[in-house]
């Protein structure tokens, strides 16, 4: 869900670039180096965590994925528009889910699941 997510996202950034850029550009983001960048940015993000070449590649591609988040949300909070903070809402979500449900369908665990798991169910 996180990777349709963030493709679907992409695919605006494509299809509706004006209206992208008019959005960042009302957030105060320099929108004309920043679309292209992110369009690439939310395409390998999530096919360095379905590809799993490498743990700490996937595990950086959720880090990565987490700051945006957290960014995205905080600026349209900061702009006052919250339903713009929605979308990031749901991503930092389903990020938590697929983060801490990883390590299940995968052959090499992220070291850094394990230490959240541990973490929660220690009392």
């Known amino acids: 869900m996180l990777t349709l997510l963030y493709l679907a996202s992409a695919t605006l950034y494509v299809a509706k670039k004006d209206w992208v850029r ?3 550009a009302e957030l105060n983001y320099p929108a004309s180096y920043l ?3 992110m369009v690439v940015v ?3 993000g999530p096919l360095a965590i379905l590809s799993r070449v490498s743990v700490p590649l996937s ?3 959720y880090a990565g994925i987490f700051f ?3 960014l995205s949300g905080s600026a349209h909070l900061g702009v006052r528009k919250p339903k713009g903070a929605l979308p990031a809402v749901l991503g930092l979500v389903l990020l938590f889910v697929s983060f801490s449900t990883q ?3 995968r052959n090499t665990p992220s070291p850094y699941c394990a230490v959240m798991t541990a973490q929660q169910t220690t009392p």
Request: hydrophobic content about 60%; charged content about 10%.
């Open 68 to 70: 945006h988040l957290l």
């Open 42 to 44: 939310k395409v390998l």
């Open 22 to 24: 008019q959005t960042l």
């Open 59 to 61: 595990d950086l591609a």
């Open 35 to 37: 679309v292209p960048l």
């Open 103 to 105: 390590n299940v369908a």
